[in-house]
């Protein structure tokens, strides 16, 4: 028996420029991996130098049997000052898009991956409003040189996590910790995101628009149902509504939090962990697209990233191959589900946690660059080209 997947379904990878890119010195990321106060372990480097390697990294998805393939574009290359647009790197850009539509593959184009240009930092950041217009104007001049090319567009990448993690924990840039501060932020970005759809809707081209959202299966313990609601309400839901006018919703989920009345838990006893501290819980996919289709009032979504950090290749294909059947169970229900990508292509700069966790479905060797498909590129490769999963593997 299979598990079949509707007809154009997406079966795609992700990377995202700063972590496999290399060289992306003008941003604020950059800085904070050389402070030494920071949370970084280590400095990003030539990352997997994708920025010259791209030709073969795309060639390669498309041999494994992907039809799309997410990736971002590097504002602090295209702008690297305000208002100076690099035509060179337009280019590059383009021409990235061009070897994905040559090799068979639709390009879903993300604007902000977690990094902001040093000279947006240094006029104020995402915690001064003009930001959101300086974004909406590098969007509209990159859809103008991309636009025709786009297959999907992501306006921000997990925007709740920049705000969060940058304005509230204090363990990205620019390392604030400020309830208050966080939520001024997030109205900030939103207004940005707005701006930002409209200007691709502008064109050229007519690629769908949306955001993608860091969304965890968040369950309550022992009483914790308000303070799990007061948690996800400022992380999640303020941008769920606020993408209920958009063409699609990215859900991007790794696994469940469980929240108690004084706040977040550790891991449960006895439950599998991945290398990034995550208990190891597919089912948390199924329930966060759920929850996604019902907050945003039945928007279109694409799994835009979901994967595990292992150096157990098995354990990611059952992760995987779990998380699915949970996705044939939301299309079964008529959610509609459009897609699913794979966090990530390549082995890759893992933000604070540097190159230690392996998020990929090809490993990389940093000395060499040479890459190497792992077991589940070949298997996932397999359930994209059959559009179909077996059922006795669930």
Known sequence: MRIEFPEGFLWGTATAAHQVEGGN????????????????????????????????????????????????????????????????????????????????????????????????????????????????????????????LMGWACTFNEPNVVATMGYLAGVFPPGRRDPQLRRAVNDIIIDAHHQAVAAVRAGPGDAPVGLTLAMTDWQAVDGGEERRDRIRRNYEDVYLEAARQDDFIGVQTYSRSRVGPDGVLDAEEGVELTQMGYEFWPDALEATIRRAWEVTDGLPIVVTENGIGTDDDTRRIAYITQALGGVRRCLDDGIDLRGYTCWSAMDNFEWAYGYRPTFGIISVDRETQVRTPKPSAHWLGGVAQANALDADTL
């Open 25 to 148: 010195w003008n941003n604020d990321w950059w800085m904070w991996e050389h402070d030494p106060t920071s949370t970084a372990v280590e400095p990003s480097g030539d990352a997997v130098d994708h920025y010259h390697r791209y030709p073969e990294d795309i060639a390669l998805l498309a041999e494994l049997g992907f039809n799309t393939y997410r990736f971002s574009i590097e504002w602090s290359r295209i702008e690297p000052e305000r208002g100076e647009f690099s035509q060179a790197e337009l280019d590059h850009y383009r021409r990235m898009c061009g070897a994905c539509r040559d090799n068979g593959i639709a390009p879903i184009v993300t604007f902000h991956h977690f990094t902001t240009p040093r000279w947006v930092t240094h006029e104020g950041g995402w915690e001064e409003p003009d930001t959101a217009g300086r974004f909406a104007g590098y969007v509209e001049k990159t859809t103008a040189a991309l636009g025709d």
